[in-house]
């Protein structure tokens, strides 16, 4: 056998070390692409639960004491605590199918972004609300007649909780919204109100109602106000064209054993269309004067969101101490709008690596426009569709493992899970400054769309200039909101 010639023995040396180094760098790149698992199995479980869900009697207290509970003054620091649950729970779903109650969902979250997205169009372009004029409403109490059932379920809001109204206090099942601040339920005598699981309340039996005059603070701060015979006339619409109008009145209202409140304005809506099917009304959770943890004069907000699935129960709190082990961010105020929860969110990671986007996409500009709210109203998270774009493609280099299907609805990127119990996926992260960060569950931005095993990417992008987290990305975890030091924080698996 000939001897091997120095120049092949170095060139045949040296293409070995460079495969060899090349096989190394690709392993090593694979390797530093963090990932989490995602549990398929018990994610598709859940869609086939929630569509044989048979509704329960929530009783989340003891029972309706006809005793009024303890009473606070106004201006309380007393902590109040109730249970939280998905709406889902409060009527069994309509729907045959897993994915035809997602694009309902989907429908319905468009057009509560689109609520929010005018209310801060309206601020910042300046419109008076005095300018703004009630819709042309029948509601003399001449003209008042039995409930009229509306099969439409077209509202914002996707959890409530258990409240008392009145006195004797009565438990009302009510939505909360931290994008909207006027607190309202149905009243009897109805000129038209929608079907809801608790009776519909009546002012009649309860000593503590009081009907507020046109000059009374409260009715000067709404948006949408009329007087007649002086008593003050409130009304809210919303982004489908649904509205409440109604008395703005005082009521009494009670937490559960944690205690009670005179004195809360709240609508008394006599005509209510489209909105909030199996709940009561609504609780105003904003930063306005008219909001209930503005009236309440809370120092703090604090929830924790189950998976709208789940028939289990998280939490609401006020004035409850913070996590020590918070991820915490700057809560930004917006001098043109108060109702909304701004965040000092600086970027994302996608597979512990940072995601290409200008901060400045996610910073609010000086005439109040931007930034980023986190809103418990809002489903689906909305990005600027630049910030959208770079997030989206950063997921999609790193998850050339997973297989591809179509889009649907508003999600653009989609995978097909069918036939797997569980998949590691590339992680996702939420940054807020100062090395801090948020890791989100896999199940908090990859959901069901049906019940065969289709997942999608549950951001979405907008034209708007404003970004919202939406209830998706919060699922189990502890959103504090520290009004009085202006801090948010975020602790997860503390539901």
Known sequence: MAPIKPFVLFTITTILFSFCLFTSASSRGLSETATTVLDVSSALQQTEHIL????????????????????????????FSLPLHSREILHKTRHNDYRSLVLSRLERDSARVNTLITKLQLAIYNVDRHELKPAEAQILPEDFSTPVVSGASQGSGEYFSRIGVGTPPRQFSMVLDTGSDINWLQCRPCTECYQQSDPIFDPKTSSSYSPLPCAAPQCKSLDVSACRANRCLYQVAYGDGSYTVGDLVTETVSFGNSGSVKGIA?????DNEGLFVGSAGLLGLGGGML????????????????????????????????????VTAPLIRNKKVDTFYYVGLTGFSVGGQAVQIPPSLFEMDEAGDGGIIVDCGTAITRLQTQAYNSLRDSFVRLAGNLKPTSGVALFDTCYDFSGLRSVRVPTVSLHFGAGKALDLPAKNYLIPVDSAGTFCFAFAPTSSAMSIIGNVQQQGTRVSFDLANNRVGFTPNKC
């Open 266 to 270: 709240l609508g008394c809506g006599h």
């Open 52 to 79: 044989s869900f048979e509704p329960e009697t929530l009783e989340p207290f003891a029972e309706e004491s006809e005793t009024a509970a303890e009473s606070f003054p106004l201006n309380s620091s007393s902590s």
């Open 291 to 326: 909001s209930l943890t503005k009236q309440i004069k809370a120092m703090s907000l604090a929830y924790c969101l189950v998976d709208r699935d789940s028939p289990a129960s998280g939490v609401l709190e006020f004035n409850s101490a913070r996590g020590g082990d918070a």
